[in-house]
Structures are given as C-alpha cells and as structure tokens.
C-alpha cells in the first residue's frame, strides 16, 4: 500500500527535511510545485526523485545523493550542491543562478535551457556533461573538462575557465567573451561557432591546433595590439 501511494505526486506543498525524510522509501517521489525554500535536504538519499516546477531557493543539498534526478522548470538560486552525486540527473529549464556544486559529481548529467549565471563548479567531478541552451556568464568552472563535448548556445561570457579541457570540443552559437582562458587547452577544438571577443591573450599559443574563421583570427590578433589589413 505504501509503494501504491508512494507513486503519486506530491503537489503544491511546502514541505521541511522531516517531510522529506517521512517520504524517502522504496519508491523515488516527485514533487510538483513544491516550496522547498531554505529546506536541510544535506546527506539525504533522493536517487532518482523528480522536482518539477518546484522552489529550492537557498535550499541545502551538500552531499546529497541525487543519482539520476530530474530538476524540471525548478527555482534554486543559491541553491548549494557542494559534494553530492550528481550523476545522470537532468536539469531542464529553470533559473539555477549562483548555485554551487562545489567538488559535485556531474558524470552524464545534462543541462539544457538552464539560468546558470554565477555558478560555481570549483573541483566538480565531470565526465560526458552536457550543456545546451544554458547561461553560465561569469561562472566559475576553474580546470573544467569539456574535453570531447559538443556546445551549443552556451554563454561562457566572463566565466572562470582557467586551465580548462577544451580539447576536440565543438561550439555552436557560443560566447567566450571576455572568459579567463590562461592555461586551458584548446587542441583540436572547433571555436568557429563561438564569441571571442575581448579574451586576454597572455599565451597565444593557448589555441594551437584549434579551428577558427578569418574573422576570429583577426579579432585575437586585435587583442595583442596587431593591426590586420
């Protein structure tokens, strides 16, 4: 009886970590609508729970288990994710701005149509992440790995991305505008589809290897004080 109910949602309700706990059992949850604003959810095991539409502004998630969660259309801004298990969650829509995910583990989660402006991913353990459609203007993802990944319309502009894995990473309809990039590598990637405008050269060899358009080229030599004609 309990995993008959345990199967319906749980809507428009506001609820605190003992009304979490009370709904942790065999069966993920999902809420819809729900009003978790400042809630202690920290160390909680909510593997594979769905969140759709819900409030998690400022909410405590630090070292949570969140394997395979769904965050649909959710506001979390400040939200703190720092240590918990991120892996295959999914996070769609929603305004997720200056959240941290501090040394979280992010293999094959994706964001899609996300606000993640702010954002600190500082030591995050990533491997085959996803980003689409997803602001992270001025985040901060210090030696991030998007080694291999294909972007498309992300905003990076002003972001952290020093010493970051760019290597055969592909960009569509990006920006890097103005992004710290000293000691990323950017071998083999293709930045024809990307905004470069105002990067701080201080290696110019940070992009050898790497595809750019005549254009591009033009304006990074602009940046180092070149005249092209």
């Not at 949570?64 to 959710?74: F, I, N, P, S, Y």
């Not at 201080?202 to 050898?208: E, K």
């Amino acid at each position: 009886m309990d995993d008959l109910f345990a199967s319906q949602p749980i809507a428009g309700a506001t609820l605190a970590r003992s009304d979490i706990e009370r709904l942790i059992g065999s069966a993920p949850r999902t809420l819809v609508d729900c009003d978790l604003e400042e809630a202690d959810l920290s160390g909680l095991d909510l593997t594979r729970w769905r969140f759709e539409r819900c409030n998690l502004r400022r909410s405590d998630l630090t070292g949570a288990k969140l394997e395979g969660t769904v965050w649909q259309g959710c506001r979390g801004p400040f939200a703190n994710f720092s240590g918990a298990n991120l892996s295959e969650a999914e996070f769609v829509g929603g305004d997720w701005n200056n959240c941290s995910m501090r040394r979280a583990s992010l293999t094959s989660s994706r964001f899609t149509g996300s606000k993640l402006t702010g954002a600190d991913f500082t030591e995050a353990r990533a491997m085959h992440i996803h980003f689409e459609e997803v602001l992270l203007v001025s985040a901060k993802l210090p030696g991030f790995s998007f080694r291999k990944e294909s972007l498309r319309r992300v905003d990076l502009s002003g972001a952290d991305l020093r010493k970051g894995d760019f290597r055969m990473t592909a960009f569509e309809d990006c920006s890097l505008r103005e992004a710290m990039v000293a000691g990323s590598r950017f071998d083999g990637s293709d930045l024809r589809g990307a905004d470069l405008g105002g990067l701080r050269l201080v290696d110019a060899g940070l992009f050898r290897g790497a595809t750019i358009s005549r254009e591009q080229a033009g304006q990074l030599l602009g940046e180092l004080g070149l005249n092209v004609r």
